[in-house]
């Protein structure tokens, strides 16, 4: 995966199952680390915590959450846990640009611009048979 505005990218991803990993590009290679959690450095081994600023304690807040829950957070309550760690606008830092939120048991996606946690896109992904 190519950069073009030359910032790391990464991703988490869960199944229905609990497993939850990262994705993050090295070298423009996809690395996979497992990982209940994700904030803005890198995890995987080969470039561990590049990209963490001092007294960024936004993934370990995410991983005490995760804790608190025994890893079983409701849509409600994973907003809220990414609400707490987002990341304000200031000086040329455009903050937290967007956040998406799934629930797993039943496929839908609520997207947030730009930490507007009060203006959801929300979107259905079941399939209807026909």
Known sequence: MHSDIGSAHHYAIADASGRSVVVEYVDHKMVVTESPALANHYLCEQKLNVGLKEGDDRYDRLCQRYSQTGGVMSEQ????????????????????????????????????????????????????QQ
């Open 77 to 128: 309550q994973l907003t809220e846990a990414i609400k707490d760690v987002s990341q304000a606008q200031r000086d040329v830092f455009l903050g937290t640009a967007w956040t998406m939120v799934m629930d797993l048991k039943h496929p839908s996606v609520t997207y947030y611009s730009r930490r507007h946690f009060n203006k959801p896109f929300r979107f259905d992904l079941s399939r209807t």
